[in-house]
């Protein structure tokens, strides 16, 4: 179990955080969410112990990260948003030198290499330097060492930034597994649907504080239900256009109705008839919906 206590932490006169709190609990996946330089990667530095809070705390299992780093640490596996690692060095031979700091012997750390490099798909680029990895590849690699004491909790920072879509996959299947296993999962992502797509909570920050927790379940009660439509141009004709098929707005480039007819054909068409070139549409509702409203409710 994670649990971030009343942290704050100063960078000179700027207040990165401001006193948050919140927890991830064991069998949960929690995603976390905000603008660019809200506080997410400050938040889960400070969480696995690299960086200090001012003031607060952080709970692995129990144990601080600020008073027993050595033992916290032990239980928190991290796959920092730009894994930087010995470029010259082998993949393989690297990770033997890190499992060293857990204890691990030399034997034992090559055979868990490379069960854990061929787990995350590099299984055929154990031997090249990892200055030969591409970005997704380094992802991948810090995934593998975020494993090496197999701890009970993880902590992604933007693990998703430079993986293909197979990783991206892999992600999310290895996310749902440690769930099943009873880890605590946090992970922060700018890709919202993804979040959507496996959390059990969501954490938003904006500005270094925390502005909201919910479960899906109350995000997608929150979310109305739309037709987004992206068009060519927006001008005051379409609206009018529009009105007769409920509520319209304009969010993000889109023209919003809610509480659509359940068949938009008829919509489009008219759309079509008028002169519009319809570029996207699409139904439903999301995280990024909720997740823009409740920042713009804070600003």
């Given amino acids: 179990m994670i649990e971030v206590n009343g942290v704050t932490k100063f960078f000179g ?3 990165a955080l401001d006193n948050i709190s919140f927890d991830v609990r064991n069998g949960e996946v929690v995603g976390y969410v905000g603008l660019n330089g809200a506080g997410k990667t400050t938040t889960i530095r400070i969480a696995v112990g690299v960086l200090n ?6 709970l692995i299992n129990g144990h601080s990260i600020v008073r027993e780093k050595r033992i916290a640490s032990r239980y928190i596996g991290w796959v920092p948003e730009i894994p930087i690692f010995e470029p010259d060095a082998r993949a393989l031979d690297y990770f033997v030198y890190l499992a060293g700091y857990y204890g691990i012997s030399p034997s034992d750390a090559r055979s868990l290499g490379r069960k854990l490099l061929e787990e995350v798909g590099l299984g055929d680029a154990i ?46 299947d290895l996310t749902l597994k440690l769930r099943r296993n009873r880890c605590a999962v946090l992970f922060s992502s700018h890709i919202l649907s ?7 909570r969501v954490v938003f920050i904006h500005r270094g504080r925390i502005v909201a927790v919910e479960t899906m379940d109350e995000i997608k009660a929150m979310a109305n239900p739309g037709l987004y439509i992206k068009l060519d141009r927006i001008d005051g004709k379409v609206r009018d256009l529009l009105s007769p098929y409920g509520e319209t707005r304009i969010e993000r480039g889109y023209i919003v109705i809610v509480n659509p007819p359940q068949d938009p054909s008829e919509i489009l068409s008219i759309l079509i008839k008028n002169g519009y070139k319809v570029l996207e549409y699409r139904q439903g509702h999301s995280l990024e919906d909720v997740f823009f409203r409740i920042i713009g409710e804070k600003r």
């Fill in 194 to 200: 993804e979040v959507e797509a496996i959390a059990d």
């Fill in 53 to 58: 809070p001012d003031s607060g705390d952080v």
């Fill in 127 to 172: 031997n090249k330097k990892l200055k030969e990895y591409s970005q997704g590849m380094r992802k991948r690699f810090a995934l593998a060492v975020s494993m090496i004491s197999n701890p009970d909790n993880y902590a992604f920072d933007e693990v998703l930034n430079g993986l293909d879509p197979q990783g991206i996959a892999y992600f999310r």
């Fill in 13 to 15: 006169d700027f207040k």
